[in-house]
T-cell receptor
C-alpha cells in the first residue's frame, strides 16, 4: 500500500490479556517508530527501529511493553498482562532515511485504538 | 513528556480568514515539523523546517522558526472549512524520535 498500515484498527480486550499490534511501514522506509496518544494530547514516543535494530526503547512505560521488527519491515508492539491504563491510541510511523542521517518527515498510520476493560 | 506547547489551545475563525498557531519548545532541535489530525484519525505531515531555516512555504501554509526564542508559528491563509482539525508541532532533537506539543484545535466556520 501507499501509506503506513496498522492493524487491527480497534482492539477491545479484558484486563490481563496480552495484545499484539501490527505495523506495516511504507515500502523502503528504513526507520519505524511507535507512539502512544491519549485523548486530547499529542503522541508520545515509545520506541524506534532502524532496519531490524531497536535503537531506542526509552519511551516504553514498563517491561510489559516490547516491540520487534525481525526482518526490518513489519513491526509488532506487544503489551503483556494489559491494564486499564494501557488504553490509548497506538500509532506507528515510518521515515525514509536512517535516523540521524538527515531531516526526514515521519509518516503516520491511522493507529490502533486499544481499549482495556 | 510533551516538550512543546501550542498556543492557542483552541481557535475558531470564519472561512476565508487567516489562522495563526504558535509553538514553543525547550531544547535545541534539528528540525521542527507540523502535523494535522482530523477527528482522531491519522496524523498528516504538513511541513518540515530545519533548524537553519527561518521561513518555509507550502501552498497556503507558512511556517516560521525562531531558534533564539525556541518558537515556531504556522499560518494558514484563506482558511477553508476542510482545514478544521487539530494541529501539532513536533520537534526532532537528535534525528530520531519526535516530541509533540499539546496541539491547537482549529475550527473554521462557514
Amino acid at each position: 500500500g501507499a501509506g503506513v498500515s496498522q492493524s487491527p484498527r480497534y482492539k477491545v480486550t479484558k484486563r490481563g490479556q496480552d495484545v499484539a499490534l501490527r505495523c506495516d511501514p511504507i515500502s523502503g522506509h528504513v526507520s519505524l517508530y511507535w507512539y502512544r496518544q491519549a485523548l486530547g494530547q499529542g503522541p508520545e514516543f515509545l520506541t524506534y527501529f532502524n532496519y531490524e535494530a531497536q535503537q531506542d526503547k526509552s519511551g516504553l512505560p514498563n517491561d510489559r511493553f516490547s516491540a520487534e521488527r525481525p526482518e526490518g519491515s513489519i513491526s509488532t508492539l506487544t503489551i503483556q498482562r494489559t491494564e486499564q491504563r494501557d488504553s490509548a491510541m497506538y500509532r506507528c510511523a515510518s521515515s525514509l532515511a536512517q535516523t540521524g542521517m538527515g531531516n526526514q518527515p515521519q509518516h503516520f498510520g491511522d493507529g490502533t485504538r486499544l481499549s482495556i476493560l | 513528556s510533551q516538550q512543546g506547547e501550542e498556543d492557542p489551545q483552541a481557535l475558531s475563525i470564519q472561512e476565508g480568514e487567516n489562522a495563526t498557531m504558535n509553538c514553543s519548545y525547550k531544547t535545541s532541535i534539528n528540525n521542527l515539523q507540523w502535523y494535522r489530525q482530523n477527528s482522531g484519525r491519522g496524523l498528516v505531515h504538513l511541513i518540515l523546517i530545519r533548524s537553519n531555516e527561518r521561513e518555509k512555504h507550502s501552498g497556503r501554509l507558512r511556517v516560521t522558526l525562531d531558534t533564539s526564542k525556541k518558537s515556531s508559528s504556522l499560518l494558514i491563509t484563506a482558511s477553508r472549512a476542510a482545514d478544521t482539525a487539530s494541529y501539532f508541532c513536533a520537534t526532532d532533537a537528535r534525528g530520531n524520535k519526535l516530541t509533540f506539543g499539546t496541539g491547537t484545535q482549529l475550527k473554521v466556520e462557514l
